[in-house]
């Protein structure tokens, strides 16, 4: 059974700066793509950012210059650091894993709220 869980949110103001963490656990699969989502309340979940297995990254034009995900591939763990917190980064964050390979999935966790108030 895989397990994906999320750690870090919270409370954090304006311009302020937070890091989660997304750690996977069981997959016998080979984990390609692993990265983060993030949706608020009425609003459809979105892309912040996605990071290859060798590295290559993809941000969300919000999550651009502010944001930087990283990875430790030996703990098949994601980090997203978030720089210059604005109010509308507020949301839960999911992490999203990618396996590769016949019968491979896509697996969520619950989810780590991050509050930036106004």
């Known amino acids: 059974q895989v397990q994906v869980v999320e750690s870090g949110g919270g409370l954090v103001r304006p311009g302020g700066s937070l890091r989660i963490s997304c750690a996977a656990s069981?997959?016998?699969?080979?984990?390609?793509?692993m990265g983060w989502y993030r949706q608020d309340s009425g609003k459809q979940r979105e892309l912040v950012a996605t990071?290859?297995?060798?590295?290559?990254?993809d941000y969300a034009d919000s999550a651009k210059g502010r944001f930087t995900i990283s990875r430790d591939n030996a703990k098949n763990t994601v980090y997203l650091q978030m720089n210059n917190l604005k109010p509308e980064d507020t949301a839960v964050y999911y992490c999203?894993?990618?396996?590769?390979?016949?019968?491979?999935?896509?697996?969520w966790g619950q989810g780590t709220q991050v509050t930036v108030p106004s």
């Open positions: 999203n894993v990618r396996e590769v390979g016949i019968g491979s999935k896509n697996h």
């Open positions: 990071i290859t297995r060798s590295g290559l990254t």
């Open positions: 069981g997959s016998r699969f080979t984990i390609a793509t």
